[in-house]
Nanobody, 128 residues
Framework: VQLQASGGGLVQAGGSLRLSCEAS????????VAWFRQGPGKEREFVSA????????SYADSVKSRFTISRDNAKNTVYLQMNSLKPEDTAVYYC??????????????????????WGQGTQVTVSS
């Protein structure tokens, strides 16, 4: 599986960005997909996840009500709409595809070890 993340950039606080994660080489539609991020000097942290069908989504408390995850299985793509961005959202954002087909379990979807494939990351920088 290859994942291509895109859509990052530099934005002012309060602005918006939409990240995309396009997958190839696997039955994408059978797996949970998540976004994680890693800020400077920080560990990688969970941001959001979406189940294989898109019927279930989860968010970190820090982004809840500001970020929205969605997917288009026909396009093998997952999106992360980020609104009301804050300087603390500055990080490299990574998308990842789960290890287990047709599985979406709490709290496992927020754990790095539950994901088998990772994209290269896209930089998001929010200026104050």
């Amino acid at each position: 599986v290859q994942l291509q993340a895109s859509g990052g950039g530099l934005v002012q606080a309060g602005g918006s960005l939409r990240l995309s994660c396009e997958a190839s080489g696997r039955t994408f539609s059978s797996y949970t997909v998540a976004w994680f991020r890693q800020g400077p000097g920080k560990e990688r942290e969970f941001v959001s996840a979406i189940s294989w069908s898109g019927s279930s989504t989860s968010y970190a408390d820090s982004v809840k009500s500001r970020f929205t995850i969605s997917r288009d299985n026909a396009k093998n793509t997952v999106y992360l709409q980020m609104n009301s961005l804050k300087p603390e959202d500055t990080a490299v954002y990574y998308c990842a595809v789960g290890r287990r087909a047709y599985y979406y379990g709490h709290p496992y979807y927020s754990e790095v070890g539950e994901y088998a494939y990772w994209g290269q990351g896209t930089q998001v920088t929010v200026s104050s």
